[in-house]
């Protein structure tokens, strides 16, 4: 490679990560939409091109969709669950061998449909997605072959070089050929390797995503280290033509090699800790939402460096957004037993729509299987509940509603006659104060509710025919049929409650409301208390038109007065994107505090002022304090996708 080649090429990696992190709700939106709902593609040159070397770049199109019972004759692909590290040790010196090649790979079972795809194998072991783990201490020093067995592309091998580094290094293999390497680990942390077809460089027209060449790269400390699981998610994306013309979209997106419902079932018991490392190996968004608890984030990462975080700043969420490449510590405490989720909040990386084409032809008679992809079970042995109930319980009656086939919602009341897009009624409860709502569902389809970020029984969490617990489940709600929930409330906080069946048909046509915990002696004063949902009024999303902002067709004014503290809670309950809102007056931004993330409220540490807040995706709430100093008028601005909202604040003396 030229000198002046070399450094288009990093300039241009360089410019692609941060653009990639940048622009990544867009990206994966546009991903989404291909797969799911069937519009035309959509180009990505202006993110990803750079004409002048395209050229020098092959690109793999053959024929992938693998038919049920069929055999390809190619090697078979294998789930890896990352217990295993690869390589064999030798005098602190890890030996270790990779190739590259095609293979057969089956996302669900064997006998299923499957995927022609590239993937990295051990010399003479099975290949295997994600790639084979690299896992060493730290002091180690690595001698890396990877041989590429493809005969129509070049490889470019990234991640292998010591840690941490600001400068990323690559390896290009010519067809046939092993490239070799050695380095010293670096300092310990969560990383990840990967290797891209071509010379490196992103297509310029968005055809294709080879991110299941990809795996985990742990260094550990020398001593003190904790026992821990890896997860990491892949995901392969192609276009192909078939054989009558017509055009299919083929997906495979993975946790350890496997889609639900036939990823790995976690067993555990009330009372055990959890340490997993979550790796996202994809240049998607992934917002990673546990049902049920809270988890502690204590470290962040990407392929060139581990952040840890200080005790003081570990946030507590129930959703973690991870952009494109980057890698998570949480941390879990299982407090009572049932059934529970781990899995990926935007819609589209969920969705059965993502199985391949006649997978659901193989599932046995009766079984409705409304996820697939990114999603984990958890099973909980029985045992003790943390749940604490004070004072007499509340009865709340919730329904579902239609006031036609696209406007949905909840409401206190079984009419609906508003031909608008509403979210559902604002559901007030009181910490610790044990609340039976019970859902009528009036609507033609039937429904679920999924009480997202409450501390509650297993069965009542609304993951139909699967949050089970005490002997009882929660179901899917047929037309006509009811369903009565117990909701405990642990903590004051905001959170939102939602559909959690057909996600992208029912959260975009209305069936999500917000819902507010105040404190078990708190009282609750709406003149100072604002939420703002944000979600989409149908599955286009691509224009303002197709956004929503608590159903608002014009955002009405607001009035405060000097001194007062205001609390804004925002929350993104949208099938993909984020959003964030800032203050202004006379053009100068007002910053606001950061109270709460999730319905946990932040330590004292963490309640820092933000100009602008953090971009809020889907899955999570958070919590900003306003109090103004001066009179005035005030602009709060929403942006979400492609939308933008400003709310007038005019604020008087007294």
């Known amino acids: 490679m030229n000198r002046i080649f070399l450094i288009i090429t990093l300039l241009l990696l360089g410019a692609c990560q941060s653009s990639t ?17 069937g519009q035309p593609k959509a180009s990505l040159a202006s993110i990803f091109s750079f004409q002048s070397i395209r050229d020098s770049l092959v690109k793999i199109d053959h024929p992938r969709y693998i038919e049920a019972g069929k055999r390809t004759g190619l090697d078979l692909i294998v789930p890896n669950d990352n217990r295993i590290p690869a390589g064999r040790l030798e005098q602190n010196v890890l030996k270790l061998d990779l190739e590259v090649k095609w293979g057969d790979f089956r996302m669900e079972t064997p006998e299923r449909p499957g995927l022609r795809i590239v993937a990295i194998g051990e010399v003479g072991k099975s290949l295997s997605i994600p790639s084979p783990l690299v896992r060493i201490k730290t002091g180690t020093l690595i001698e890396a072959s990877i041989s590429n067995k493809l005969k129509d592309s070049t490889i470019t091998l990234f991640g292998f070089q010591k840690r941490p580094y600001t400068v990323r290094d690559s ?47 742990v260094i550990d400390p020398e001593k003190n280290v904790p026992e821990d699981r890896i997860f990491v998610m892949n995901v392969f994306s192609n276009n192909e033509i078939q054989k009558d013309g017509k055009d299919l979209w083929l997906e495979s997106l993975t946790i350890n090699g496997r889609s639900w419902p036939f990823t790995e079932r976690i067993e555990t018991s009330v009372g055990e800790i959890h340490n997993w490392k979550v790796i996202n190996a994809s240049n998607r968004i992934h917002p990673m939402h546990l049902h049920g608890f809270y988890y502690d984030v204590i470290e962040r990462g990407t ?30 405490e299982v407090k009572r037993p049932g059934n529970w989720l781990f899995h990926c909040h935007l819609s589209f990386h969920v969705s059965s729509m993502i199985r ?35 004072g007499a319980d509340k009865h709340i009656n919730l329904y579902a509603t239609e006031a036609s086939d696209q406007f949905k919602t909840f409401k206190f009341t079984e009419q609906n006659n508003d031909r608008s897009f509403t979210p559902g009624d604002l559901l007030l409860l009181r910490q610790y104060q044990t609340t039976h709502v019970t ?10 509710v999924h009480w997202h970020g409450l501390e509650i029984d297993s069965w009542s969490d609304g993951v139909p025919n699967w949050s089970e617990s005490d002997g009882k489940r929660s179901k899917i709600i047929e037309p006509g049929e009811s369903f009565t929930y117990k909701l405990s409330t642990m903590r004051p906080g905001t959170f939102v409650y ?3 069946l057909e996600d992208i048909d029912q959260l975009t046509k209305g069936l999500y409301g917000p819902m507010i915990v105040i404190g078990e002696n708190e009282v609750y004063h709406p003149d100072l208390d604002h939420f703002y949902i944000m979600g989409w009024k149908n599955d286009l999303g691509q224009t303002k038109e197709d956004m929503d902002l608590n159903g608002w067709e014009d955002v009405p004014d607001q009035k405060a007065r ?33 109270l709460a993330k999730d319905g946990a409220e932040l330590p004292l540490p963490q309640q820092g002022e933000v100009e602008v807040s953090p971009k809020l995706y889907v899955g999570e709430t958070a919590d900003y304090g306003f109090t103004p100093t ?13 939308a933008d909202w400003v709310q007038t604040w005019v604020v008087n003396d007294q």
């Open 356 to 390: 391949l084409p006649d997978a659901e032809k193989l599932d046995p008679e009766g079984t409705y299987e409304h996820m697939a992809g990114l999603v984990l079970g958890i099973h909980v042995k029985d045992g003790e509940t943390d749940l604490i109930s004070k």
């Open 498 to 500: 939602h559909s959690h």
């Open 171 to 217: 390896l290009f293999v010519l067809p046939g050929e092993t490239g070799k390497v050695r380095f010293d680990a670096g300092e310990a942390g969560t990383y990840m390797y990967w290797v891209q077809l071509g010379r490196g460089i992103p297509l310029s027209e968005f055809s294709a995503e080879e991110e299941q060449l990809a795996g985990a790269f």
């Open 439 to 448: 859902v009528k569902n009036l609507m033609s389809d039937p429904t679920s």
């Open 303 to 332: 392929p060139e460096i581990t952040h840890k975080l200080a005790p003081e700043q570990i946030p507590q969420v129930v959703t973690e957004t991870m952009t494109g490449r980057t890698t998570m510590n949480m941390r879990w």
């Open 630 to 642: 001066e009179p005035g008028v005030y602009k709060l601005k929403f942006n979400y996708l492609m």
């Open 21 to 37: 992190n940048r622009q990544a709700s867009n990206i994966d939106f546009i991903r989404s939409r291909n797969v799911v709902c």
């Open 562 to 594: 000097i001194g007062d503290m205001h609390r804004l809670r925002l929350i993104n309950i949208g099938p993909a994107g984020g959003g964030w809102l800032r203050m202004t007056k006379d053009g100068k931004i007002i910053p606001l505090k950061a």
